[in-house]
C-alpha cells in the first residue's frame, strides 16, 4: 500500500515568488490535512480538506491557499514568499479527518527555501 | 483551547538506559493522545496511541499509559537502543472535530 507522497521534496525560491506543493494521500483516505514545521515554532496547523471542502483551517495568512481534487489529491500554495515561509511542510491524510481516534498518516515532506 | 506540553530536550542517553519523556495535556472532553516519532529527514511516523482513560499504547518497546487523573501520556522504554535517535512528539485529537495538536518535540540522542 502505496504511503503519502509529496513533491517536490526540495526546491528553493526567491522573495516574491510563488510556490505549489503537491500531495497524493493513502488510497481510500479523503481528508488531507497541511502542517507547517519550523525549528522555531514547530508543527503548526494550515488547513485541512475532506471531499474538496476545506474543513479546518489554522491562523496563517491568505497567502496560504490549498485545494483538493475529486481523486483526494491536494495541493498547496503559497504566493508572494518571504525569508519566513521556509520551511518543512508536511502533508498528512487520514479515513475520514483529525476527530477522536483517526490517526494521521505523514508524507516525508516537501523542504522549501526562500532566498 | 487544547494544548500539549512535553519536556522539550534534548535529552541525552547512553544506549541501553530507560527512557522517559513526559506530556501533559489541557483538553475538553475525552481526547485520544498519541506519540509521533520524526526520524531525520523523514515526517512523522505514528509510534503509538491510546483512546480512552487507562488505556496503554505499546510499540516497539515504547509504551505510554492514558492518565485521565493527572492528564499526562509519559513516553516510555527501558532499554533504548542509538537507532531510536529522533524526535518525538505528543499530540492530542479531540472528539469535536478540531484539528490535532502537536507539542513541541523532545529531541532524543542515544549515544553509544
Known amino acids: 500500500k502505496a504511503g503519502v507522497t509529496q513533491t517536490p521534496r526540495y526546491l528553493i525560491k526567491t522573495r516574491g515568488q510563488q510556490v505549489t506543493l503537491s500531495c497524493s494521500p493513502i488510497?481510500?483516505?479523503?481528508?488531507v490535512s497541511w502542517y507547517q514545521q519550523t525549528p522555531g515554532q514547530g508543527l503548526q496547523f494550515l488547513f485541512e480538506y475532506f471531499s474538496e471542502t476545506q474543513r479546518n483551517k489554522g491562523n496563517f495568512p491568505g497567502r496560504f491557499s490549498g485545494r483538493q481534487f475529486s481523486n483526494s489529491r491536494s495541493e498547496m500554495n503559497v504566493s508572494t514568499l518571504e525569508l519566513g515561509d521556509s520551511a518543512l511542510y508536511l502533508c498528512?491524510?487520514?479515513?475520514?479527518?483529525?476527530?477522536?481516534?483517526?490517526?494521521?498518516?505523514f508524507g516525508a515532506g516537501s523542504r522549501l527555501t526562500v532566498l | 483551547g487544547d494544548s500539549v506540553t512535553q519536556m522539550e530536550g534534548p535529552v541525552t542517553l547512553s544506549e541501553e538506559a530507560f527512557l522517559t519523556i513526559n506530556c501533559t495535556y489541557t483538553a475538553t472532553g475525552y481526547p485520544s493522545l498519541f506519540w509521533y516519532v520524526q526520524y531525520p529527514g523523514e515526517g512523522l511516523q505514528l509510534l503509538l496511541k491510546a483512546t480512552k482513560a487507562d488505556d496503554k499504547g505499546s510499540n516497539k518497546g515504547f509504551e505510554a499509559t492514558y492518565r485521565k487523573e493527572t492528564t499526562s501520556f509519559h513516553l516510555e522504554k527501558g532499554s533504548v537502543q542509538v537507532s531510536d535517535s529522533a524526535v518525538y512528539f505528543c499530540a492530542l485529537n479531540g472528539n469535536y472535530g478540531q484539528n490535532f495538536v502537536f507539542g513541541p518535540g523532545t529531541r532524543l540522542s542515544v549515544l553509544p
Open positions: 488510497s481510500g483516505h479523503r481528508s
Open positions: 498528512a491524510s487520514s479515513l475520514s479527518g483529525q476527530a477522536g481516534a483517526n490517526v494521521l498518516t
